[in-house]
């Protein structure tokens, strides 16, 4: 035999080898996912105990000139680390990299602490190119008239002030109420955050259900039950929240929530109810589905399916306390910017 014919007998064994060991690495994880039973607690429904996390590549809404689905390459490149574990993407100053040059912005200082996600949301199989599902665009609905007006009219009554001139104009999250803006971590609905903390721990009884996330520490308590309700006129923080269990998935239905308690910049109207469902899938995994009815606010209910996946670490404290401490720093330098401003001066320290 010639030596072009063993190698080219050895390369065809080679890839015969690795076609039988992926074939049987494939077969060995749907074994063990066949095998895989959904952990109970002691009243028998589906064990959803223990800490998550919703972080993901994927967009909340999907580009208007997308498919619902990436290809596989797309997701490769989405995922793509360096030689040394990093993000692909540029300006992690966790991984060593250089901050953009000239004046450095919080944003910039604070690139250690961000958290993105590193991995596309991945549902029934398919890298999903958005958590919105419904409408099958993937994007929200547009907002009826009166959704409009009540947008509007929120925008007016603002501007009437500058951003600075009360704390009750602050972000819900600079004063440490809720996080609450363009992400809602504890929900309902429970939108992925884009910057960090997008972790929860979540406890089960037989009658409750408490959902804690890592962001300010917000805890929502959800009952198991029928009611009674909270009264219309009674809206607290994360809604009155009722859940119940069809076979193996929780069901939660959400109303009365908060009017100040907006998503994605859009104020929930007196009528809005989020329906949520809860359901285990494997050992890693719990399929979050969630749908918005809000008749008044938009032209049609949407919702979208959100992969929460098993987050082997700890939670930590947030205290919040830096933006306690700071709302008075924060006022008084915008007292101190309008006196100079009175004056016809400027701060030498910015000159």
Known sequence: MSRYAALLLAVLCATSTSGVVSTVAAQARASDAAKWEVPRTPDGHPDLQGNWTNMTLTPFER???????????????????????CPANPGTVACGRPVIAGSISGQEYNEVYWDRGSRVAIVDGEPRTSLVTSPS????????????????????????????????????????????????????????????NGNFTIVQTADHVMIMVEMIHDARIIRIGSGPRLPTKVRPWFGDSWGRWEGDVLVVETTNI???????????????????????VDAETILYEFTVEDPTMYTQAWGGEIPLNKFDDRLYE???????YSMTSVLSGARYQENLAAQGSSDSRRD
């Not at 580009?63 to 490769?76: K, L, N, Y």
């Not at 490149?77 to 030689?83: A, F, L, N, Q």
């Not at 929120?154 to 440490?176: A, I, N, T, V, W």
């Not at 994605?264 to 469902?277: F, L």
Request: glycine letters at 8%.
């Open 318 to 324: 947030y205290a919040c306390h830096e933006g306690n």
């Open 258 to 280: 908060n009017p100040k308690q907006a998503l994605r910049g859009v104020p929930p109207s007196e009528h809005m109810k989020v329906t949520e469902r809860f359901t285990r």
């Open 137 to 196: 665009n993937g994007r929200r609905p547009p907002l009826t008239p009166e959704g409009e007006r009540r947008v509007q009219e929120s925008r007016e009554l603002r501007s009437q002030f500058g951003p600075y001139d009360h704390p009750e104009l602050r972000p819900l999250g600079e004063r440490c109420v809720i996080n609450s803006g363009t992400s809602n971590p504890a929900g309902p609905p429970m939108v992925p955050k884009t910057s960090y």
């Open 63 to 85: 580009a208007r000139d997308r498919g619902p689905v990436f290809t596989w390459e797309e997701v490769e490149e989405m995922e793509r680390t360096t030689d040394d574990g």
